[in-house]
DNA sequence: TACGATACGGAGGCTACCTCCGCTTTTTCA
DNA sequence: TGAAAAAGCGGAGGTAGCCTCCGTATCGTA
């Protein structure tokens, strides 16, 4: 259903120890302090020299990338979830709805993974079409029930719903009406709409 | 209609010449490379030492302010000038329209200024009013219209809007069409539109 | 022109990013 | 099992950006 993503977790034994104390440190430090942790604070929280971070993590986009792939791979599942217990364009609503809640309280992940999403790392072009494969299975229900326009594109969907993560200090009911226009906006307008359902 | 920004242009004719030269070479740089250029390069750029620099912008966001005054202006200007010229809908459409447009081609301005939007110092506190009172002009021409929803907050859309030009490589076409998304959020669904104008 | 007020500029302290390389640990294999 | 090879460790130190401080220069005025 979903490609595994790449991650390449090393093989020595100290190796791979360090770099989950990595994973888990930088994990905790970016859901604390927001993404812009300093690296050094990070390794010093896995009590791991600075050296050791960066030969594995040649830049702050790897750590970002190795701490992302869990949260993904969540954001995938639920897709898959809500499609089996909701009609089409609940289960649409429902995710992005997850997306934005989920990604406020782990400040602003997904707005940092709508921006990574524009790039073209392997990494990230195996996390779209993840991301795509889940969300084209609920957008394409939703179209189909005729619930939601037929010309939309779903990253021009995930885009605008990242977007509402972006702002330094969105609170959750702020995020609920910015997604309800967004979801609003899907939806045919009266003269388009061939057969209501 | 609107009251002035507050600006403090220095009055010793020197300082008002580096002044000047200053905010002249940030709104270049900040145009070229985005607002997180160095400030030693905005310095150098201006012919200037660091220090003066710092003296007259004692951070990074006093120099946005200082550049931000004259786009905040024209952004309300704008408004204005679609207000006249064009029936509610179509003058609110316009006057989002260019928000983005403006955006896109001055880098994450406006995205910057959206976010800045929320923040709570004195100059922020004035723009907002302005950008408040001449977007409600247009906002509440639309809803009287009934072409636009009695429920929106003119904050919340500016919001997403300013979210749609915060991605890192948006282009033209994908902006119009998430901006197309959210203007069709903004209008009164089938069963809930009073009497269509 | 002379003097007080104002402004200039860059050295330098601090922090973060990232590289490099001598030393240590793990793994392998005879 | 022990020693060589492979892999990994860590932090010193180079670079760059942020910002402050203060000796020097310039401006405005009388």
């Known amino acids: 259903m979903s490609t595994p993503l790449p991650t390449t977790r090393p093989a020595r034994a100290d190796a791979r120890r360090n770099y989950d104390l990595l994973v888990s440190a930088a994990r905790e ?3 604390e302090h927001g993404t812009d942790t300093s ?5 010093r929280r896995a ?4 050296g050791t971070l960066y030969r594995r993590f040649p830049n702050r986009t790897a750590l970002l990338e190795a701490v992302y792939v869990d949260e993904i791979q969540s954001v995938c599942d639920r897709a898959y979830g809500y499609a089996e217990k909701l009609g089409p364009y609940d289960a649409l609503a429902a995710w992005l709805r997850s997306f ?4 406020i309280s782990k400040k602003s992940l997904a707005g940092e993974l709508t921006v990574a999403l524009g790039k073209d790392s392997e990494f990230f072009t195996a996390c779209k079409v993840n991301v795509r494969e889940a ?3 609920l957008l394409n229900a939703a179209k ?3 619930t939601v326009r037929e010309e939309l594109q779903l990253m021009d969907i995930l885009r ?5 993560t972006m702002g330094r200090d969105m609170d959750r009911d702020q995020a ?6 967004v979801l609003a906006g899907l939806k045919p307008t009266a003269d388009e709409s061939p057969s209501p359902a």
């Open 47 to 50: 009590g791991v020299g600075i």
């Open 144 to 146: 189909k029930e005729g």
């Open 29 to 31: 430090a970016f859901a």
């Open 160 to 164: 605008l719903v990242g977007g509402i």
């Open 135 to 137: 969300g084209e299975l």
């Open 176 to 181: 609920e009406r910015l997604l309800e226009i």
């Open 39 to 43: 690296l050094e604070e990070i390794a």
């Open 100 to 103: 934005v809640g989920y990604s």
